[in-house]
């Protein structure tokens, strides 16, 4: 092996990548059967003599490509799944060949400093308090993590009790709140900090999934307060502002989960949704949804600058801590990649205004699937105002009939959820790469699938 036709292979992966990227708009939103069966192919058992790297790649694209997801082209409205911006993909690309360990300033140079730059733009643009902090980690799990974790400090150490050195094993007790829609990931992350899933208070909601006020019990004792602001379903927020000024002076900890809501923060026109939200203690989003930076990319926020470094920071002596912020106190992990990097380039290609126009086009488009599907006489289950569509074709089993249609036919991919007792047609608009066209093409496949549905009992 030598480094001599980097060049050749290289310029090769971009070229697979780039015709990739061309034929999706021409290709399928998902695979189908024949494009899956590729993935026979890999399987093998190791074997003892190894392949040139041009070869390896060529087996990938030619039998890897076509069993993949279309979720970086325009007509994926699964789950949440942003795409990846053309310089965030190619920071990305460039940031492979760096292969820089992010976990301290001495390991990587750059990763510091664009996390330090990105991490000043991202407290400016989501219109945070100047003192924030954050953590780069892969996901809003591990965000939310990081987050409860400060939290879990935090409060204990205001009662006396330093849970990083004693643990939890006699430590007094920390009540948790929830909305009846928490997401499951907070769930999740309550059972890896020992808080327990069970033993959390559940706030009822509305029928849009926000937390009713009236309904939070009376704050007493270390308190954490988890709210959301994005539904995974509706795209609704809780009344974040309104808990926050509800439960000033008591002590709680307000946490916000907005994977996706937090982006609202960038437009004027969305802001009010997300009103505030700043006065909270933490907040948790992710880079890989709406930013549309590559996989996998979160981050953590503290109003507390010390309170991440406080539950997470560690020493020892070969790792050297400088003068500088060491990303490695903000996070759970110590070696790992530059996240950084593609936030810094996604963040530097769209500036403002562009960020702005990218999420209030994907709210447009979102209304448009509405408006659509209304016109055709199908119901609407939600208020759309983020970049969430629920939709029932009617019965519950018509409507899942009529979403599997639409994946077999293949034009855009979406799924299928139960908002409060009603299954349900979701999309999710969240993709830089979606046009007016993208979703005209859609709705037609809709009205298709759900005509021949509807026709044929
Ligand atoms: C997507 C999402 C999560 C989980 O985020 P990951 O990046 O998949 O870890 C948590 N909460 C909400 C509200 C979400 O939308």
Redesign the pocket.
């Given at each position: 092996m030598n480094r001599k036709n980097n060049s050749i292979l290289l310029t090769d992966a971009a070229k697979r990548a780039a015709r990739y990227l061309d034929e999706l708009q021409q290709r399928r939103a998902s695979p189908d059967m024949s494009m899956l069966s590729g993935l026979q192919f890999f399987e093998k058992t190791l074997p003892a003599d190894g392949l040139a790297a041009e070869d390896v790649l060529a087996e990938l694209d030619q039998h890897g490509s076509p069993a993949t997801m279309a979720n970086a082209g325009g007509r994926y409205f699964g789950?949440?799944i942003g795409g990846s911006l053309p310089a965030a993909l190619a920071a990305n690309m460039l940031a492979g060949a760096w292969d820089q360990n992010a976990g301290l300033a001495i390991t990587s140079p750059v990763a510091a400093k664009l996390e330090e730059v990105a991490s000043g733009w991202l407290v400016d643009v989501l219109r945070l308090p100047g003192s924030t902090a954050c953590g780069f980690v892969?996901?809003?799990?591990?965000?939310?993590f990081c987050a409860l974790a400060a939290a879990r400090h935090a409060l204990l150490m205001r009662e006396g009790w330093n849970v990083a050195e004693d643990g939890l094993y006699g430590a007094p007790e920390i009540t948790v709140i929830v909305g009846g829609e928490v997401?499951?990931?907070?769930q999740k992350v309550l059972v890896m900090l020992g808080l327990g899933r069970r033993r959390v208070v559940t706030v009822p909601v509305d029928s849009q999934g926000r937390m009713h006020v009236d309904a939070l019990p009376e704050i007493s004792g270390p308190t954490i307060i988890c709210t959301?602001?994005?539904?995974?379903n509706t795209g609704s927020f809780d009344p974040v502002g309104e808990i926050c000024e509800r439960v000033k002076g008591s002590g709680a900890w307000v946490h916000v989960?907005?994977?996706?809501?937090l982006w609202a923060r960038t437009s004027e026109q969305l802001a009010p949704l997300a009103a505030g939200i700043e006065q909270a203690d933490s907040w948790?989003t992710?880079g890989?949804?709406w930013l549309n930076v590559p996989y996998?990319s979160?981050v953590v926020f503290t109003r507390d600058p010390e309170a991440l470094p406080a539950a997470l920071s560690a020493q020892a002596a070969y790792l050297v801590q400088s003068e500088q912020r060491e990303p490695w106190q903000y996070t759970p992990e110590l070696s790992r990649r530059a996240r950084g990097v593609e936030i810094w380039a996604a963040l530097r290609s769209l500036g403002r205004k562009g960020l702005a126009e990218m999420i209030e086009r994907n709210c447009a488009q979102a209304r448009r699937f509405a408006a659509g599907l209304r016109d055709a006489g199908y119901e609407v289950l939600n208020d759309v105002v983020l970049n969430q569509v629920l939709v029932s074709f009617g019965d519950d089993a018509i409507t899942r009939r009529v979403v599997q249609r639409i994946q077999e036919d293949g034009t855009c991919w979406v799924g299928g959820t139960v908002w409060q007792g009603r299954t349900a047609m979701r999309i999710s608009v969240s993709s830089w790469a979606t046009t007016d066209d993208d979703v005209d093409a859609s709705l037609a496949a809709m009205r298709r699938a759900a005509a021949a549905v509807l026709t044929t009992p």
């Amino acid at each position: 092996m030598n480094r001599k036709n980097n060049s050749i292979l290289l310029t090769d992966a971009a070229k697979r990548a780039a015709r990739y990227l061309d034929e999706l708009q021409q290709r399928r939103a998902s695979p189908d059967m024949s494009m899956l069966s590729g993935l026979q192919f890999f399987e093998k058992t190791l074997p003892a003599d190894g392949l040139a790297a041009e070869d390896v790649l060529a087996e990938l694209d030619q039998h890897g490509s076509p069993a993949t997801m279309a979720n970086a082209g325009g007509r994926y409205f699964g789950f949440v799944i942003g795409g990846s911006l053309p310089a965030a993909l190619a920071a990305n690309m460039l940031a492979g060949a760096w292969d820089q360990n992010a976990g301290l300033a001495i390991t990587s140079p750059v990763a510091a400093k664009l996390e330090e730059v990105a991490s000043g733009w991202l407290v400016d643009v989501l219109r945070l308090p100047g003192s924030t902090a954050c953590g780069f980690v892969s996901g809003d799990t591990m965000a939310n993590f990081c987050a409860l974790a400060a939290a879990r400090h935090a409060l204990l150490m205001r009662e006396g009790w330093n849970v990083a050195e004693d643990g939890l094993y006699g430590a007094p007790e920390i009540t948790v709140i929830v909305g009846g829609e928490v997401h499951v990931s907070i769930q999740k992350v309550l059972v890896m900090l020992g808080l327990g899933r069970r033993r959390v208070v559940t706030v009822p909601v509305d029928s849009q999934g926000r937390m009713h006020v009236d309904a939070l019990p009376e704050i007493s004792g270390p308190t954490i307060i988890c709210t959301q602001a994005g539904n995974v379903n509706t795209g609704s927020f809780d009344p974040v502002g309104e808990i926050c000024e509800r439960v000033k002076g008591s002590g709680a900890w307000v946490h916000v989960d907005a994977a996706f809501g937090l982006w609202a923060r960038t437009s004027e026109q969305l802001a009010p949704l997300a009103a505030g939200i700043e006065q909270a203690d933490s907040w948790a989003t992710d880079g890989h949804k709406w930013l549309n930076v590559p996989y996998d990319s979160g981050v953590v926020f503290t109003r507390d600058p010390e309170a991440l470094p406080a539950a997470l920071s560690a020493q020892a002596a070969y790792l050297v801590q400088s003068e500088q912020r060491e990303p490695w106190q903000y996070t759970p992990e110590l070696s790992r990649r530059a996240r950084g990097v593609e936030i810094w380039a996604a963040l530097r290609s769209l500036g403002r205004k562009g960020l702005a126009e990218m999420i209030e086009r994907n709210c447009a488009q979102a209304r448009r699937f509405a408006a659509g599907l209304r016109d055709a006489g199908y119901e609407v289950l939600n208020d759309v105002v983020l970049n969430q569509v629920l939709v029932s074709f009617g019965d519950d089993a018509i409507t899942r009939r009529v979403v599997q249609r639409i994946q077999e036919d293949g034009t855009c991919w979406v799924g299928g959820t139960v908002w409060q007792g009603r299954t349900a047609m979701r999309i999710s608009v969240s993709s830089w790469a979606t046009t007016d066209d993208d979703v005209d093409a859609s709705l037609a496949a809709m009205r298709r699938a759900a005509a021949a549905v509807l026709t044929t009992p």
